[in-house]
């Protein structure tokens, strides 16, 4: 079992920031890669970004310039600092482990852009 606190959600106007944290626990021996996911109702769940044990990134296209992910592999924390939102950035953004053995989601932290 993998525990998540995450944190940082909440409702921002249009070109306004947030940023995401996220503190794994647990069965989290060997972890690889730590990342967010978001889906947004009607929507699969999408990949947004993602960073390695080695500080690899990789971002979706609809996030690259306005989204940077971060770790603290020593606390095994991701962040996510997100600029210029959007209203198509509105999802719930799930927190990702993946270790040598598993991949697992945290339980997600509503992000709203609106006026």
């Known amino acids: 079992q993998v525990q998540f606190v995450e944190s940082g959600g909440g409702l921002v106007q249009p070109g306004g920031s947030l940023r995401l944290s996220c503190a794994a626990s647990g069965s989290i021996f060997n972890i690889a890669v730590m990342g967010w996911y978001r889906q947004a109702p009607g929507k699969q769940r999408e990949l947004v970004a993602v960073i390695s044990v080695r500080g690899v990134t990789n971002y979706a296209d609809s996030v690259k310039g306005r989204f940077t992910i971060s770790r603290d592999n020593a606390k095994n924390t991701v962040y996510l600092q997100m600029n210029s939102l959007i209203p198509e950035d509105t999802a719930v953004y799930y927190c990702?482990?993946?270790?040598?053995?598993?991949?697992?989601w945290g339980q997600g932290t509503q992000v709203t852009v609106s006026s």
């Open positions: 990702y482990v993946g270790t040598t053995r598993s991949a697992s």
